[in-house]
């Protein structure tokens, strides 16, 4: 068993920057490195490109990110845990095989499954949001249960360097290794806890390194075009300190940990992941050197006996338009604007919704009364079920060039499909996790 | 004297689903109190009236000197389906900073 290990994370989601990875695996001395990249829709997107295309559906970064990473993870002797496996997690390790054959670099990829628990789904489940079936939210595309830490055990139990996932806790992505490497007994509820913290404190990557928590004001930081991402040293008895590699750009501090501690937390006290309900709120955090801190008093109680799924439906369309108008009367002129598309077509829409740019886009008018800008962007969007109604909203909002008011330009329209997330909870015993080893 | 949160503490906004979460820091621990009795979970669904239609809890953070907002029913279905700009809501952090309280420096 170790008395100290180092893991970095590369990645706090799946659009994230490429070298911060390659800077933390090669200057690092990292034992680990996590890339966290799978949000709660980006795994209905990705189970859409499955269905397109049953080679698809892992991280669209996927071989961007390990073309470079690969020769760094084999040379500094690091492993790597990452959840870019998506919706096709074989297909992802797959990939990752036929990128190192291509290097001549022998490695193992284990793979792990189990989340997807689509097949399962009767459709009367009752989501956590509404109390309603699932079925009611329309055409269901994916289900997907946030396994645990006890998922990736088993994997890391072989002796491959890297390990893909599909959806899990992103703290589990963290929590595993320290498991694993210190022999942490898993019904030890405090530990885990304090893991737990560990793990959502880096999740995020740049949001503790000072990049999020960025204010030229109030909280100004130091090199932001070139923002290193976060490593922690973990010791046995749960203890952390936090930093970032030398020489790379951001701050670790109090005050980037404490914003990054809360981030999309609902009850401090009970944070409830797969492995542990974990307690945040007696956790004391501690500047030990510049961008150096320490991470004490997390704890848990223990873990719950449901898992979370996250549920994908068809959502129907959004469509938008958006056309400017400057100098005198751009605010009147652009609210004549939005009330004549608003009488035209905002009874065919589930939702409408009218926005001055520069002025209320954000926050509606009340917040927004003391603004008053030379320029106003007018944004319409609707929701609907059909497509073509859809690309009305753009076509309305650029035939006011001609149909005026005076002075409009710059017009852009915009189609998405919208994939819903709903969450339901789910029987542990039934979910079960496995690992397939692949080898190049 | 009146002044703007803004310049004496520091919010982070985060989602889930339709909830909105805002933390609320002050920069000097000497105002935690006066977030504690001023920044309350009334004054805020106040503020955002127009945003939040559900309930919002208050946490306070005495070890952490902080307090925590969860807000529910508050970003238009949730950012997988909501039409607003922001669907996320990541900018309302700055619009609880616009809140003013009464300080005696």
């Known amino acids: 068993m170790k008395e100290k290990i180092r893991i970095g994370c590369g990645a706090g989601f799946s659009g994230d920057r490429l070298e911060p990875a390659l800077i933390l695996t090669e200057k690092g001395n990292l034992d680990y490195l996590v890339l966290e990249c799978l949000a709660e829709r980006t795994i209905a997107l990705a189970q859409k490109r499955k269905q397109q ?8 970064l996927l071989e961007r990110r390990m ?14 845990i990452t959840n870019m496996g998506a919706a096709n997690p074989i297909a992802g390790g797959k990939k990752i095989i036929e990128i ?6 022998k490695i193992k990829v284990a793979v792990v499954l189990g989340d997807d628990v689509f097949s399962q789904l009767s459709g009367e489940e009752l989501t956590m949001e509404g109390n309603l079936p699932l079925k009611s939210y329309g055409k269901l595309v994916s289900a997907n249960a946030y396994l645990g830490a006890d998922a990736i055990l088993p994997a890391l139990d072989t002796d491959a360097q890297i390990i893909i996932t599909g959806r899990v806790a992103d703290p589990s992505l963290f929590l595993a290794p320290m498991i694993k490497e210190f022999g942490w007994d898993i019904n030890d509820a405090n530990l885990l806890g304090q893991g737990t913290v560990i793990g959502h404190l880096l999740e995020c990557a740049g949001q503790i390194t000072g990049g999020y928590f960025a204010d030229p004001v109030t909280k100004p930081i130091p090199n932001m075009d070139r923002l290193g991402h976060p490593f922690v040293d973990v010791f046995k008895d749960g203890k952390a300190k936090i930093s970032k590699v030398s020489g790379t ?28 309900v974990a307690d945040f709120s007696k956790v004391k955090i501690k500047e030990i050197a510049k961008d150096e801190i320490e991470v004490l008093g997390g704890k848990g109680k223990p873990r719950p006996q449901t898992l979370k799924v996250s549920v994908g439906y068809q959502a129907g369309w959004m469509g938008e338009g958006e056309i400017s108008y400057a100098g005198a009367h751009a605010l009147e002129r652009a609210k004549l604007a939005g009330d004549i598309i608003r009488k035209r077509i905002s009874h065919l829409y589930h939702e409408f919704r009218v926005d001055y740019i520069g002025m209320s886009s954000l926050h509606g008018e009340l917040l927004s009364q003391n603004s008053n800008p030379y320029e106003i962007r007018l944004r319409i969007a609707g929701k609907t079920q059909e497509k073509f109604l859809a690309q009305l909203v753009g076509e309305e909002v650029e035939a006011l060039y001609t149909n005026g008011p005076a002075g409009g330009g710059g017009a852009r329209k915009n189609v998405t499909e919208l994939l819903g997330v709903v969450s339901i909870l789910k029987d542990r015993s039934s979910i079960a996790s496995q690992v397939e080893l692949l080898e190049s | 004297m009146k002044r703007k949160l803004a310049e004496i503490a520091h919010s982070r906004a985060g989602d889930k689903g339709n909830t909105l979460v805002l933390s609320l820091f002050p920069f000097d ?6 977030l504690v009795d001023q920044v309350t979970a009334e004054k805020v669904k106040i503020h955002f009236s127009e945003q939040i239609k559900g309930e919002i809890t208050r946490h306070i953070l005495p070890e952490l000197q902080g307090l925590l907002f969860t807000c529910e029913n508050a970003l238009s279905t949730g950012v997988t389906t909501s039409l607003a700009l922001d669907s996320h809501g990541k900018s309302l952090s700055f619009a609880l900073l616009e809140l003013e309280v009464e300080t005696n420096n």
Do not use: C, W
């Open chain 1, 249 to 276: 750009g951001g701050m670790v501090s109090v005050q980037t940990a404490k914003e990054q501690l809360l981030y999309e937390v609902l009850d401090p006290e009970n944070y409830f992941t797969p492995d542990v």
């Open chain 1, 100 to 105: 190192a054959q291509k290097k001549g670099i």
């Open chain 1, 67 to 80: 073309e470079g990473l690969l020769p760094l993870l084999i040379q500094h002797k690091t492993r790597l």
């Open chain 1, 53 to 60: 295309d049953p080679s698809q559906g892992y991280d669209v």
């Open chain 2, 29 to 34: 621990k000497k105002d935690f109190d006066t």
